[in-house]
Protein backbone atom coordinates (compact mmCIF):
# COMPACT_ATOMS: atom_id res chain seq x y z
CA UNK A 1 0.00 0.00 0.00
CA UNK A 2 1.34 3.64 -0.59
CA UNK A 3 0.69 6.45 1.41
CA UNK A 4 -2.19 7.86 -0.28
CA UNK A 5 -4.39 4.82 1.09
CA UNK A 6 -4.64 5.92 4.35
CA UNK A 7 -6.88 8.43 5.34
CA UNK A 8 -8.45 10.33 8.33
CA UNK A 9 -11.72 9.82 9.64
CA UNK A 10 -11.59 12.53 12.20
CA UNK A 11 -14.18 14.69 9.80
CA UNK A 12 -16.46 11.67 9.17
CA UNK A 13 -16.65 10.52 13.22
CA UNK A 14 -17.95 14.67 13.70
CA UNK A 15 -20.81 13.85 11.23
CA UNK A 16 -22.06 10.66 12.40
CA UNK A 17 -23.29 9.53 16.06
CA UNK A 18 -23.80 5.74 17.58
CA UNK A 19 -27.87 5.15 17.70
CA UNK A 20 -29.46 3.04 20.07
CA UNK A 21 -32.53 2.42 17.61
CA UNK A 22 -32.76 2.29 13.81
CA UNK A 23 -35.30 4.16 11.00
CA UNK A 24 -38.09 2.50 12.14
CA UNK A 25 -37.41 2.94 15.72
CA UNK A 26 -36.82 -0.54 16.99
CA UNK A 27 -34.14 -1.00 19.55
CA UNK A 28 -30.41 -1.87 17.91
CA UNK A 29 -28.76 -4.79 19.81
CA UNK A 30 -25.08 -4.31 18.77
CA UNK A 31 -23.77 -7.25 20.65
CA UNK A 32 -25.98 -9.31 18.64
CA UNK A 33 -25.06 -8.01 15.12
CA UNK A 34 -23.63 -11.13 12.80
CA UNK A 35 -23.50 -8.71 9.19
CA UNK A 36 -22.84 -5.22 8.62
CA UNK A 37 -23.69 -3.60 4.96
CA UNK A 38 -22.46 -0.33 3.70
CA UNK A 39 -23.30 1.48 0.90
CA UNK A 40 -21.82 3.89 -0.91
CA UNK A 41 -25.44 5.47 -1.89
CA UNK A 42 -25.74 6.17 1.42
CA UNK A 43 -23.07 6.69 3.54
CA UNK A 44 -24.80 7.78 6.77
CA UNK A 45 -26.73 4.86 7.09
CA UNK A 46 -25.76 1.46 8.24
CA UNK A 47 -27.49 -1.66 7.52
CA UNK A 48 -26.71 -4.66 10.27
CA UNK A 49 -28.81 -8.32 10.41
CA UNK A 50 -28.80 -10.36 13.87
CA UNK A 51 -29.52 -13.18 11.47
CA UNK A 52 -29.56 -14.15 8.17
CA UNK A 53 -33.26 -15.03 7.50
CA UNK A 54 -34.32 -11.48 8.50
CA UNK A 55 -34.22 -8.43 6.35
CA UNK A 56 -31.40 -5.85 7.35
CA UNK A 57 -32.19 -2.99 9.99
CA UNK A 58 -31.24 0.38 8.44
CA UNK A 59 -29.15 2.95 11.08
CA UNK A 60 -28.86 6.02 9.91
CA UNK A 61 -25.58 7.60 11.64
CA UNK A 62 -26.22 11.18 10.87
CA UNK A 63 -25.48 13.34 13.48
CA UNK A 64 -28.75 15.87 12.43
CA UNK A 65 -31.21 13.01 11.67
CA UNK A 66 -34.03 14.52 9.41
CA UNK A 67 -31.93 17.53 8.43
CA UNK A 68 -30.61 17.96 4.64
CA UNK A 69 -27.04 16.71 5.08
CA UNK A 70 -24.47 18.88 4.13
CA UNK A 71 -22.69 15.67 2.25
CA UNK A 72 -24.14 14.71 -0.29
CA UNK A 73 -22.91 11.05 -1.71
CA UNK A 74 -20.68 13.11 -4.07
CA UNK A 75 -19.06 15.18 -2.00
CA UNK A 76 -18.65 12.70 1.21
CA UNK A 77 -15.24 11.14 -0.44
CA UNK A 78 -13.94 15.25 0.05
CA UNK A 79 -14.25 14.29 4.15
CA UNK A 80 -11.55 12.05 3.52
CA UNK A 81 -8.02 13.70 4.16
CA UNK A 82 -4.71 11.90 3.24
CA UNK A 83 -3.74 10.83 6.76
CA UNK A 84 0.53 11.07 5.87
CA UNK A 85 0.92 12.72 2.51
CA UNK A 86 4.38 12.81 2.97
CA UNK A 87 4.39 9.09 4.68
CA UNK A 88 4.66 8.14 8.05
CA UNK A 89 7.70 9.09 9.94
CA UNK A 90 9.10 6.48 12.74
CA UNK A 91 11.41 7.00 15.62
CA UNK A 92 14.85 8.47 14.27
CA UNK A 93 16.72 5.54 16.25
CA UNK A 94 14.28 2.89 14.49
CA UNK A 95 15.08 4.79 10.87
CA UNK A 96 19.34 4.47 12.05
CA UNK A 97 18.59 0.75 12.78
CA UNK A 98 16.95 -0.03 9.39
CA UNK A 99 19.43 1.60 7.64
CA UNK A 100 22.25 -0.12 8.89
CA UNK A 101 20.65 -3.62 7.60
CA UNK A 102 19.98 -2.02 3.71
CA UNK A 103 22.84 -4.12 3.06
CA UNK A 104 20.52 -7.44 4.16
CA UNK A 105 17.49 -5.95 2.07
CA UNK A 106 16.84 -7.14 -1.59
CA UNK A 107 17.47 -4.55 -4.05
CA UNK A 108 13.94 -4.20 -5.20
CA UNK A 109 13.24 -2.93 -1.50
CA UNK A 110 15.78 -0.88 -0.95
CA UNK A 111 13.98 2.26 -2.58
CA UNK A 112 11.30 1.72 0.02
CA UNK A 113 13.18 1.77 2.76
CA UNK A 114 15.38 4.88 1.96
CA UNK A 115 12.57 7.06 1.68
CA UNK A 116 11.94 6.55 5.20
CA UNK A 117 11.54 9.68 6.95
CA UNK A 118 12.71 9.98 11.11
CA UNK A 119 11.24 11.98 13.50
CA UNK A 120 13.51 12.70 16.49
CA UNK A 121 10.23 13.91 18.46
CA UNK A 122 8.48 9.87 18.52
CA UNK A 123 9.20 7.73 20.87
CA UNK A 124 9.23 4.49 20.27
CA UNK A 125 7.49 2.36 23.15
CA UNK A 126 8.74 -1.08 22.99
CA UNK A 127 5.55 -2.58 25.28
CA UNK A 128 3.87 -1.59 21.33
CA UNK A 129 1.39 0.51 23.43
CA UNK A 130 2.35 4.77 23.97
CA UNK A 131 -1.20 5.76 23.23
CA UNK A 132 -3.92 6.92 25.30
CA UNK A 133 -6.72 4.36 25.15
CA UNK A 134 -10.09 5.47 23.03
CA UNK A 135 -12.32 3.86 26.59
CA UNK A 136 -11.52 3.66 30.32
CA UNK A 137 -9.51 0.56 31.08
CA UNK A 138 -10.56 -1.64 34.43
CA UNK A 139 -7.85 -1.44 36.94
CA UNK A 140 -6.33 -4.83 38.20
CA UNK A 141 -7.17 -3.99 42.08
Known amino acids: MESENFFS ?22 L ?6 VLK ?19 NIEKKRGMPSN ?9 LESLWPNGKPIAEKKLEDLKSLL ?5 DAKKFYKN ?19 FPLENDD
Open 9 to 30: TAAIEKAIVNRKVDTENIKVNW
Open 32 to 37: KIREIE
Open 41 to 59: KKPFSIFMRTDFETAAQEI
Open 71 to 79: YSNSNFSKL
Open 103 to 107: CFIPK
Open 116 to 134: LIGDPYIEEDINGFNAQPD
